[in-house]
């Protein structure tokens, strides 16, 4: 059973509660969080309230998780992209909204696998809660990741991941003008002192991370950039935060960003773009590509109209 004691930000102020609740623990679905909410596990200000409640500035949120067993992952009808397949790997394209893995959590991109391919036809390396899951990506960030489907395929992209060797590209529209072309930001990242679902750089107890990114166009009157990011390493909310350590937060970012978003967004305007790898039996290198989401090019030709806000 785990606790959670929280104060309603300005992020939170306005939001319907489920809403707050669900871009605040990334790991949850939102089909978890609702049934928190049916069974009265979330009170504000001591009373139990409804997912459609108002949050207001100061609210005393507490939500109580129940414990999970890891069985319970259940088989779910999900309609996945999968960009391709063969008898070692799965390549999918996330689409927004959706958890990778079950953390307390139905309707995640795990649920889905276990529906389409079965529980014997994913790796078991990562144990019967992430069968099949090499790497992960937030869930409001869309893009390619890879699947797979035996044990040997795991442990070869799993070592390539160690050594950095995978093609990793992200691509992001950020907030103000970045005066540089291009650039490399190489700052340790680790769990926020103070809010442990945060990340943030920590020279104390952060592990080296490097992202560097590149810009691809300059928007919105220079107010935005739509920038090309390329990892080395791999940490949890990495671009995130490296974006927003340099003064250029992604926009849309609930958590890292700007209290107060212009343009109406469901979390960050961050897409995995390109994902490329020595291939686990032929070894060969093969790199795959996923198009922009809609939302993401509306936004983009929005912006290069001249839109700001």
């Known amino acids: ?47 139990v309230i409804k997912p459609s409640a108002k949050v207001s500035l100061g609210d005393l949120i507490n939500i109580t998780v129940p414990d999970v067993e890891q069985t319970d992952i259940i088989p779910e009808d999900i309609p996945l992209d999968i960009v391709y397949e063969d008898d070692d790997i799965i390549i999918v394209n996330k689409p927004k909204g959706m958890v990778v893995h079950p953390a307390h959590a139905t309707g995640t991109l795990v649920n889905a696998l276990m529906y389409h391919f079965g529980k014997e036809g994913l790796s078991s390396i990562n144990g019967e809660f992430r069968p099949g899951i090499v790497h992960r990506i937030d869930m409001n960030t869309t893009g390619i990741l890879v699947v797979c489907k035996n044990d040997k395929a795991h442990k070869s992209l799993s070592e390539q991941l160690k050594v950095h060797s995978i093609t990793r590209k992200y691509y992001a529209i950020v907030c103000n003008n970045i005066s540089e072309d291009e650039g490399t ?8 002192p103070k809010d ?6 920590n020279y104390k107890n952060g592990r080296d991370a490097v992202t560097h990114y590149k810009v691809l166009e300059r928007l919105g009157n220079n107010k935005y950039a739509f920038i090309e990011c390329q990892l080395e390493t791999g940490r949890t909310h990495q671009i ?70």
């Not at 959670?4 to 949850?28: G, Q, V």
């Open 1 to 47: 059973m785990e606790y959670y004691n929280l104060e309603a930000d300005a992020s939170w102020s306005d939001k319907r509660a489920d809403k707050a609740i669900s871009d605040y623990f990334e790991e949850y679905s939102r089909s978890f969080v609702r049934k928190l909410f049916d069974d009265r596990l979330i009170t504000c200000n001591g009373r």
């Open 185 to 192: 930001v190489n700052l340790p990242i680790g769990r926020h």
């Open 196 to 201: 442990r679902k945060k990340m943030a750089i």
């Open 240 to 309: 995130r935060v490296h974006m927003a350590s340099i003064h250029h937060p992604i926009l849309g970012d609930d958590v890292y960003g700007p209290a107060n978003c212009p343009f109406k967004l469901t979390g960050q305007t961050l897409h995995a773009g390109v994902l490329g790898f020595i291939h686990p039996s032929t070894g060969e290198y093969m790199e795959f590509k996923a198009p922009l989401p809609e939302y993401f090019e509306k936004l983009l030709k929005d912006l290069r109209n001249g839109g700001s806000n």
